[in-house]
């Protein structure tokens, strides 16, 4: 059994700064790309940030120069460090693994139940 729980969601005015976490708990062996995802009322589910086994990282446009997105593989925990909020970053985060549970599984992907974070003044 794998579980992703994630936190540090919450309210902030606009230009504040949150930090999201993510770790990952149950039979890991091996976790590949990590990536965060969010979904807006009304709107589609979206990749924000995502980080390779390597740390390479790529971002959507929107939040480039804003977020950060950072992973400690020894905690199987990946964040995202969210500067410059803006009103439009409101939505409800997700964190996302590609994994396996053991030599030999196939690749699997995995959903944290999301954080809200809400930038309002």
């Known amino acids: 059994q794998v579980q992703l729980v994630e936190s540090g969601g919450g309210l902030v005015q606009p230009g504040g700064s949150l930090t999201l976490s993510c770790a990952g708990s149950?039979?890991?062996?091996?976790?590949?790309?990590m990536n965060w995802y969010r979904q807006a009322p009304g709107k589609e589910r979206e990749l924000v940030a995502t980080i390779g086994n390597g740390g390479s990282t790529n971002y959507r446009d929107s939040v480039k120069g804003r977020f950060t997105i950072s992973r400690d593989d020894a905690k199987k925990s990946v964040y995202l460090q969210m500067n410059s909020l803006k009103p439009e970053d409101m939505a409800v985060y997700y964190c996302?693994?590609?994994?396996?549970?053991?030599?030999?599984?196939?690749?699997?992907?995995?959903w944290g139940q999301g954080t809200q974070v809400t930038v309002s003044s």
């Open positions: 149950g039979t890991i062996f091996s976790i590949n790309t």
């Open positions: 996302n693994f590609v994994l396996r549970r053991g030599v030999g599984y196939r690749w699997e992907e995995y």
